[in-house]
């Protein structure tokens, strides 16, 4: 019998902290107890499954504005906090696998330190040293089985590219050591969004896209505030520029070829939103209403659609860097019949319209994130910074990706899992 694949991303566990923002711990737990009662299950965690840039140490040696990174050892003290503070998600994936079930782990670009092998081999450990058969790490940066193509998606954005992501290392041209490569985002989140800021706003790394959100508080908060961020913010990129980092040739390459995502929501929105109040978009508030809560039947079988009135824009109208990604794939003559990315941390499928120029049966599937999330990018209202700690403008959907193989080909659907915890449980 064909395994039923279930595909989750971005649920950024971190250290237990105030910037730790992952809250579901019981409802992962049950999520995973949930699949592995069906008979055959693959459980495909598409990338940022850790969130090791949100994780900070007592002493880094990594420096600001540097592509260096950190060093093996440090990762691995990052892994150790992020299992201590979530023991429970690591145990429930160790009983999958010894209940006869797969999990597949899909690098993103805020856990590409499971590249490390020290890093691979402990949180293999921790979960109960799996055989190849149940455990596999996509090495290529994507997993691809017959129709079935998956990766994270940072490789095509300027600011979350790696110049080698299946070899994320650079050797420092002082001390020979060998050191994690940092994406320009990553380098941007543990300079200006890890210390004080969010110390004092803990919901600054629930709101995207960053720079807006930076903006946002550059308006509204005191002159301290402005002075010191906009000093701080002005540092950064006169010392390391728009992304990608200048010193990545290749990166760099690809983004005057036009192959990278440089604004990620436009340069005209990034501009407009310079010049007045953000505006909030609570994407899908109305349309996950839709999403049906039931896992897919086992049997291979046609299900009564219960997302009839999941209507979003058709894939052959989206112009993000993800879509565009995904019909390339779509269209390719690679056979491949459903991709699934996560990375922007917004949800959406196709699965009401899989039909792309003529081909049937072609789905594309943006998992989402498990975390709260708020996007000021579109016209609902009008927000100010302080506004941003109101809980009730923040969404926490737990989306996931349904993926089987039947009688006639791939279907693949996007649902929820129903929470089990509250939309934010911080600690102090």
Known sequence: MARTRFVISDLHLGAGDHLDEFNQDATFRSFVE??????????IIDGDFLDFVAVNLDRSSAKPFSRLGCTEEESLAKLERIMEAHRDCFAALRRFMESGHRLVLVPGNHDVDLFWPRVRERLLEELGLPDSEHFHFAYTGFYRDGGLYVEHGNQYYADSAFENFT???LRDPKSGELRLERSWSNCFLEYFANGMMSERNPFINNVRPIP?????????????????????????????????FRESRELQRKRREGRLDT????????????????????????EAEMLSHRLPAEEAVEEERESEDLHLDPLATREDALSVAARDLLLSDQGIDVVVFGHDHRYYSNEMQPVLEGRKGKYYINTGTWIPMLFLTRTRRQLRWRDLADQSLYQQLLTYAA????????????????????LRERAD
């Open 212 to 244: 807006n959100m930076v903006f946002l508080g550059i308006q509204d908060e005191s002159w301290w505030f402005k002075a010191a961020y906009g000093f701080k913010l002005a540092r950064f990129m006169a010392k390391v520029g728009f992304p990608p």
């Open 34 to 43: 949930t699949i592995g009662e069906r008979r055959h299950s693959e459980l």
């Open 167 to 169: 070899h994320p290392f």
């Open 263 to 286: 604004w990620g929501y436009s340069l005209k929105r990034a501009l407009g939103f310079m010049t007045g109040r953000a505006r909030v978009e609570v994407q899908g508030l109305q």
């Open 403 to 422: 993926v089987k193989k039947g009688l006639h080909g791939y279907t693949a659907s996007l649902r929820r899992f129903p929470s089990q915890a509250p």
